[in-house]
Nanobody, 114 residues
């Protein structure tokens, strides 16, 4: 499975961005997927996850602002980010857990200016 993340960029505080993670190689519709992020000088942290049935979980700091979703027809997972804050600045990585293995995208940089 190859994962291609896109959609990052520079946005002002309060703005929105939508990240996409396109999978190739095989379908990931039966796999759990998610987004992680890593800010400068910090460890990578979980942001949001979605099950194969569409159930979603979020880290407390993004609840009510971020929404994870998936389009199985497009083999793609999304992260809609609203009301962005400077502390959301990080490289965002998509992740798929499939058949006991972890797959990671290359990361996309999100920078939120104050």
């Amino acid at each position: 499975v190859q994962l291609q993340a896109s959609g990052g960029g520079l946005v002002q505080a309060g703005g929105s961005l939508k990240l996409s993670c396109a999978a190739s190689g095989r379908t990931v519709s039966s796999d759990a997927a998610g987004w992680f992020r890593q800010a400068p000088g910090k460890e990578r942290e979980f942001v949001a996850g979605i099950t194969e049935y569409g159930g979603a979980t979020y880290v407390d700091s993004v609840k009510g602002r971020f929404t994870i979703s998936r389009d199985n027809a497009k083999n793609t997972v999304y992260l809609q980010m609203n009301s962005l804050k400077p502390e959301d600045t990080a490289v965002y990585y998509c992740h798929v857990f499939s058949n006991g293995l972890d797959y990671w995208g290359q990361g996309t940089l999100v920078t939120v200016s104050s």
